[in-house]
């Protein structure tokens, strides 16, 4: 990163998280992404707490896929803070970190980031961007075109993949790879009035073979919390889309026999809009809180949840079902998320 370069707060706030020294904490590039219209690169920084073993469980989080999606960075980089402050004085924390390793990519498109946009540099929508097709359709341009970046949501050509999204598969497919369970949050905003986790899969109805662990997951975080008022559900319940990267990881997961579970957080922008209409003049404001209060409310507001997946993956065995209970899972689940809505 050239000191010519003007970093955005959310990059400036990264590059301080990464002065931090700690022999817990660790930080890589994974890869470095060129700003078009210069000669710099971006580099997809990655940061790590916790146990180095193979066998322990794995938290991954990530945000800032769509760059103009600023406000999903901010939390990552808010409970990133938070944690690292924390190494310094809670030896719960550190006594649990022996037993855990958690990832963050807390910005995962730092050129859209700095150019205000979905799309990475090349114009790529990198959640439409994985070699995933929809087999009945996707939803009309919004569900993934190879029309040209000149749209939002375009896929790139048929057959190329970004630097971005083989970035990030390389991480999370080399943590599933060696860990007994990884679970994903990955942070977004910009959909409807209210916080959802959703699950995979994005490209059809078809339920997920994971289906049986997200439904133990949803009911764990629901008896654990019952006042979080997070939609829980699949992402097909609302869109469906073609190159979606969590998809994509998930099939090759399933095919390797290992176990992975993404969430996508989306935050839902529009209580912010509706609480604000003037903000809806920039396209930032589409996607972000304004107000600085506002703001404060959003990063406080995910911390619960952050915090439960963090002790629900260091717990996995202890609510993920056996053999046995899978099929009654999986049939509550099919209850719950797909005959009851038989038409999405
Ligand atoms: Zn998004």
Not at 79 to 85: A, G
Not at 123 to 140: H, I, Q, S, Y
């Amino acid at each position: 990163m050239g000191d010519e370069l003007v970093l955005t707060p959310e990059l400036r706030h990264l590059k301080s998280l990464l002065l931090f020294s700690s022999p817990l904490l660790r930080s890589r590039v994974l890869a470095e992404v060129p700003l078009p219209g210069t000669d710099q690169h971006m580099p997809l920084q990655v940061l790590e707490l916790g146990s180095e073993a193979d066998d322990v469980p794995v938290l991954i989080f990530v945000g800032g896929i769509h760059g103009v999606e600023r406000i999903g960075s901010q939390v990552v980089l808010a409970f990133l803070e938070t944690l690292i402050q924390r190494l310094q004085w809670d030896h719960s924390l550190t006594d649990g970190l022996e037993h855990l390793r958690l990832v963050f990519l807390p910005i995962a498109n730092p050129v859209g980031l700095i150019r205000q946009t979905r799309a990475n540099g090349r114009g790529v929508d990198l959640m439409r961007n994985a070699p995933v097709e929809a087999p009945t359709g996707a939803a009309f341009l919004g569900g993934g075109h190879r029309l040209g970046g000149w749209l939002p949501w375009y896929r790139g050509k048929k057959g190329e993949i970004e630097p971005e999204a083989l970035a990030l598969k390389a991480l999370v497919m080399g943590e599933a790879r060696r860990s007994p369970c990884v679970l994903a949050l990955d942070v977004h905003s910009g959909f409807g009035m209210y916080d959802r986790l959703w699950f995979p899969y994005a490209r059809s109805r078809e339920p997920v073979p994971t289906l049986a662990e997200y439904y133990a997951l949803y009911k764990l975080m629901h008896r654990t919390y019952p006042h979080l008022d997070y939609l829980f559900e699949p992402q097909s319940r609302h869109y469906i889309t073609h190159g979606d990267l969590w998809d994509w990881m998930t099939i090759e997961a399933q095919a390797d026999q290992r176990l992975l579970l993404p969430l996508t957080l989306e935050m839902g922008s529009w209580r912010w809009v509706k609480k604000n209409p003037l903000q809806l003049r920039s396209l930032q404001g589409l996607f972000n809180p304004v107000k600085a209060h506002r703001v404060q409310r959003v990063l406080r507001r995910h911390t619960v949840l952050m915090e439960f997946l963090i002790r629900a993956v260091r717990a996995y065995p202890a609510w993920l079902p056996s053999e046995n209970e899978r099929v009654f899972r999986q049939r509550a689940a099919m209850r719950r998320w797909y005959e009851q809505y038989p038409d999405g």
